[in-house]
């Protein structure tokens, strides 16, 4: 276990830092960063100026180790909008994305896993097939226009709850159903095809054969060994979350890392951009990582394989 | 199962019929504006889906917004999926260095969330239908050239391949007539799974404010306009929001079938 552990800290170490340079490349080597990073209204003459205090005039080679060099010490700059420190304004609005995030994945676990065991479990029974239906459809409209019907519905209609912002309660619920709405889809299909497997194996038939409660086949015997491939499939997509949370926020006004990055784009204010895409990336390689740990601590094959 | 497929299949031959007869099927010119008729509600006399702030025909729109989304669709499935299974192909077949590559790069491209890397991407490289397809086409190769490269490196251990190659086969022959064929399949359904998310990715990124801009009829850059005027046009947020859905789930259906058909195994 220690030696999968290490080798898989390493390799998380290096995409981190393969990333951080894929971002650096994407910003820096795909034309003039000074159109990218200056206002487009921008005067002539104060052009060079911004060059050089952005240090723009230097080798390529010497601003990717300052970027490096800083993305280390967490220093990314100043933001060119709100002139603070990039990474500082990114990490204010983390809480709110991980409350989001949070309370998404919550509502998940509790709609979908159970609905995708139900329908297992009841496979081409009328559940099932409007389950079936469910996430089908789940998995093919798309969250902000699903956000949007919900904010026509119950906020301009009905005024039951706010169009957006954060605050009560209240505020998180359309946000969090949003986000969570296609990956319940999806976990909820991967939930019903791992369970549908588990219930194909010939030890489920022993369990039966020898006369156990259908409840303890599938309470025990099912559940417990369909865990580890949900739990792997479920973490693997939850980073995708990160991604919902871009457009969610946006729709909603919800001030999280999302709307940040939408509108550091929007601005080209590139520090901050640099600073949330690299921050998303970093912590969704660490979900990766945890949930790889987590399935090598739960399926032994698995450590042995790596 | 076979209900699911039909109805895929119906709900997507009507997209492709919609785009296709557009401009028969709407009077309207989609950019159009007419002031004396702005925001009318759906069931206005020749305006079936009512009309939008500047008085431009929403079916119009919706109908010239189902041709932008399914040209970059197919572009972008097209695009990627040989980009994708050729790197994947050689990366599967020759191993060694080129398969270390690839697969650092599908880690390090999978270490950003989708949809993320394709909005910053296109902020990056610019607006517009072209570098849309470039930006969808630069975030999604990743997933072919990985299943493709899976693929090939079990093919290629089996008997058949084996034995063409000890008859003295060429490698590009035997890559291209053994190899390739066997894992077609693959290919195709990763790309019909792969279609709607791209439309879809494609609305989300516009409607961001990104991607295809106003005035072009695209849904999403429609779905962003229709937010100014959600408390009294309901209308222009739910056709073409509804469209995308409809369209996406009818070519999800049918990758669902595919896959069902060609590959069971595959879960992507």
């Given at each position: 276990?220690?030696?999968?552990?290490?080798?898989?800290?390493?390799?998380?170490?290096?995409?981190?830092?393969?990333?951080?340079?894929?971002?650096?490349?994407?910003?820096?080597l795909?034309?003039?960063?000074?159109?990218?990073?200056?206002?487009m209204?921008?005067?002539?003459?104060?052009?060079?100026?911004?060059?050089?205090?952005?240090?723009?005039?230097?080798?390529?080679?010497?601003?990717y180790?300052?970027f490096?060099?800083?993305?280390?010490r967490?220093?990314?700059?100043?933001?060119?909008?709100?002139?603070?420190?990039?990474l500082?304004?990114v990490?204010?609005?983390?809480?709110?994305?991980?409350?989001?995030?949070?309370?998404?994945?919550?509502l998940?676990?509790?709609?979908?896993?159970?609905?995708g065991?139900?329908?297992?479990?009841?496979?081409?029974?009328?559940?099932?097939?409007?389950?079936?239906?469910?996430?089908?459809?789940?998995?093919?409209?798309?969250?902000?226009?699903?956000?949007?019907?919900?904010i026509?519905?119950?906020?301009?209609?009905?005024?039951?709850?706010?169009?957006?912002?954060?605050?009560?309660?209240?505020?998180?619920?359309?946000?969090?159903i949003?986000?969570?709405?296609?990956?319940?889809?999806?976990?909820?299909?991967?939930?019903?095809?791992?369970?549908?497997?588990?219930?194909?194996?010939?030890?489920?038939?022993?369990?039966?054969?020898?006369?156990?409660?259908?409840?303890?086949?599938?309470?025990?015997?099912?559940?417990?060994?369909?865990?580890?491939?949900?739990?792997?499939?479920?973490?693997?997509?939850?980073?995708?979350?990160?991604?919902?949370?871009?457009?969610?926020?946006?729709?909603?006004?919800?001030?999280?890392?999302?709307?940040?990055?939408?509108?550091?784009?929007?601005?080209?204010?590139f520090?901050?951009?640099?600073?949330?895409?690299?921050?998303?990336?970093?912590?969704?390689?660490?979900?990766?990582?945890?949930?790889?740990?987590?399935?090598?601590?739960?399926?032994?094959?698995?450590?042995?394989?790596? | 199962?076979?209900?699911?497929?039909?109805?895929?299949?119906?709900?997507?031959?009507?997209?492709?019929?919609?785009?296709?007869?557009?401009?028969?099927?709407?009077?309207?010119?989609?950019?159009?504006?007419?002031?004396?008729?702005f925001?009318?509600?759906?069931?206005?006399a020749?305006?079936?889906?009512?009309?939008?702030?500047?008085?431009?025909?929403?079916?119009?729109?919706?109908?010239?917004?189902?041709?932008?989304?399914?040209?970059?669709?197919?572009?972008?499935?097209?695009?990627?999926?040989?980009?994708?299974?050729?790197?994947?192909?050689?990366?599967?077949?020759?191993?060694?260095?080129?398969?270390?590559?690839?697969?650092?790069?599908?880690?390090?491209?999978l270490?950003?969330?989708?949809?993320?890397?394709?909005?910053?991407?296109?902020?990056?490289?610019?607006?517009?239908?072209?570098?849309?397809?470039?930006?969808?086409?630069?975030?999604?190769?990743?997933?072919?050239?990985?299943?493709?490269?899976?693929?090939?490196?079990?093919?290629?251990?089996?008997?058949?391949?084996?034995?063409?190659?000890?008859l003295?086969?060429?490698?590009?022959?035997?890559?291209?007539?053994?190899?390739?064929?066997?894992?077609?399949?693959?290919?195709?359904?990763?790309?019909?799974?792969?279609?709607?998310?791209?439309?879809?990715?494609?609305?989300?990124?516009?409607?961001?404010?990104?991607?295809?801009?106003?005035?072009?009829?695209a849904?999403?850059?429609?779905?962003?306009?229709?937010?100014?005027?959600?408390?009294?046009?309901?209308?222009?947020?739910?056709?073409?929001?509804?469209?995308?859905?409809?369209?996406?789930?009818?070519?999800?259906?049918?990758?669902?079938?595919?896959?069902?058909?060609?590959?069971?195994?595959?879960?992507?």
């Amino acid at each position: 276990m220690r030696g999968y552990v290490l080798s898989r800290l390493a390799q998380t170490v290096l995409v981190v830092f393969l990333s951080l340079t894929a971002v650096f490349a994407m910003v820096r080597l795909s034309g003039d960063p000074v159109t990218l990073f200056m206002p487009m209204d921008i005067q002539a003459k104060d052009i060079n100026e911004f060059r050089e205090r952005l240090g723009f005039n230097d080798p390529i080679a010497v601003q990717y180790a300052r970027f490096i060099g800083g993305a280390v010490r967490g220093d990314f700059g100043e933001s060119l909008r709100y002139k603070q420190d990039a990474l500082g304004l990114v990490l204010e609005r983390l809480p709110a994305t991980l409350l989001l995030a949070g309370t998404a994945l919550a509502l998940t676990f509790a709609v979908a896993v159970p609905l995708g065991v139900l329908s297992a479990v009841r496979r081409d029974g009328p559940f099932d097939h409007i389950a079936t239906v469910t996430t089908v459809l789940g998995q093919a409209v798309p969250g902000f226009w699903l956000g949007l019907m919900l904010i026509y519905v119950f906020a301009v209609q009905l005024r039951w709850l706010p169009t957006g912002g954060i605050g009560t309660a209240a505020h998180l619920i359309m946000p969090s159903i949003v986000l969570a709405a296609f990956y319940s889809a999806r976990v909820a299909r991967l939930t019903r095809s791992a369970v549908l497997d588990i219930l194909n194996e010939e030890y489920i038939l022993t369990a039966r054969a020898k006369g156990l409660a259908e409840r303890r086949v599938i309470g025990k015997h099912t559940l417990r060994n369909s865990a580890i491939p949900i739990v792997t499939l479920a973490g693997l997509e939850a980073g995708q979350l990160l991604g919902g949370a871009v457009i969610t926020e946006t729709i909603f006004a919800w001030p999280g890392l999302g709307r940040l990055t939408v509108q550091a784009l929007l601005n080209r204010d590139f520090p901050v951009v640099l600073a949330a895409v690299s921050l998303t990336s970093i912590i969704y390689t660490l979900m990766n990582l945890v949930v790889d740990l987590l399935y090598g601590w739960l399926d032994p094959r698995v450590r042995v394989r790596a | 199962m076979k209900v699911k497929a039909w109805l895929g299949l119906g709900i997507t031959v009507t997209a492709l019929l919609g785009a296709a007869f557009a401009p028969w099927l709407s009077a309207h010119d989609p950019l159009a504006a007419d002031f004396a008729a702005f925001l009318k509600p759906p069931g206005t006399a020749g305006h079936p889906l009512g009309t939008d702030q500047l008085g431009r025909d929403l079916l119009a729109r919706v109908l010239h917004g189902a041709r932008l989304a399914l040209f970059i669709g197919a572009c972008t499935v097209l695009i990627t999926a040989v980009v994708g299974g050729l790197l994947g192909l050689l990366a599967g077949f020759f191993e060694r260095w080129p398969s270390t590559v690839l697969m650092r790069i599908a880690d390090v491209q999978l270490s950003f969330p989708f949809i993320l890397l394709a909005l910053t991407i296109n902020a990056i490289v610019g607006l517009g239908l072209r570098n849309i397809i470039i930006s969808l086409s630069a975030a999604g190769w990743v997933i072919y050239a990985r299943v493709v490269r899976g693929e090939v490196l079990s093919v290629k251990q089996r008997d058949f391949v084996q034995a063409a190659a000890a008859l003295g086969v060429g490698r590009g022959r035997l890559l291209f007539r053994h190899v390739l064929p066997n894992v077609a399949p693959s290919i195709i359904v990763v790309a019909s799974l792969q279609f709607s998310q791209f439309i879809v990715a494609e609305a989300a990124i516009s409607f961001l404010g990104f991607g295809v801009q106003p005035p072009t009829p695209a849904w999403g850059s429609m779905l962003s306009e229709s937010r100014d005027f959600l408390y009294i046009a309901w209308w222009l947020a739910a056709f073409p929001g509804a469209a995308l859905a409809l369209t996406a789930l009818g070519v999800n259906l049918l990758g669902d079938w595919l896959r069902d058909t060609l590959d069971p195994k595959l879960r992507v």
